[in-house]
């Protein structure tokens, strides 16, 4: 009963290493999301996507195709431009600690994605942890799938 309150109430917890691990509580996004926006959103039911809820990148949840909600941060939003070679440049700026990899820890290949602009109404997520699937690797997602901004309540870790 409490568990299932908090899940409606907003609270989600995290336990991957992307972001800190522990509680965490969506809030209404009131505006337009931006760059910047740390944000819990359903990714869109795609390749990419059930390949990673099959090996373990994305956890089991409530979204479509039975995913989880990923806790990322916006970095790009339309009409901004990706560019994706071995690290991410946007607007022409290189996107701090977003080195690429082949693979996952496990010597899986991992999806490709070369960027390009940013579609009005999409969004491309990053996360600072190396090891994060991110639009580094799955590209530009819907803003259609945002619940809302992440907020820490009661986490630990990086």
Known sequence: M??????????????TPSYPIGLWRIE?????????DLVFICP??????????????????????????????????????????????IDGTPLARSAVR???????????FAGGTVPPGWLYLHSDFAGSFDSRYFGFVPAAGLLGLARPMFTYGP
């Open 102 to 112: 082949g693979a996952d820890a496990e010597g899986r290949a991992l999806p490709d």
């Open 28 to 36: 209404p996004l009131e505006r337009t999301a931006a760059v910047g």
């Open 2 to 15: 409490l568990f299932s309150a908090g899940y409606w109430g907003g609270l989600r917890i995290n336990l």
């Open 44 to 89: 869109p039911d795609g390749a990419p996507f059930v390949l990673a809820l099959e090996r373990g990148h994305i956890r089991p949840g409530l979204c479509p195709g039975g995913m989880g909600p990923l806790i990322k941060t916006i970095m790009a939003v339309g009409e901004q431009q990706v560019d994706i070679a071995g690290s991410v440049t």
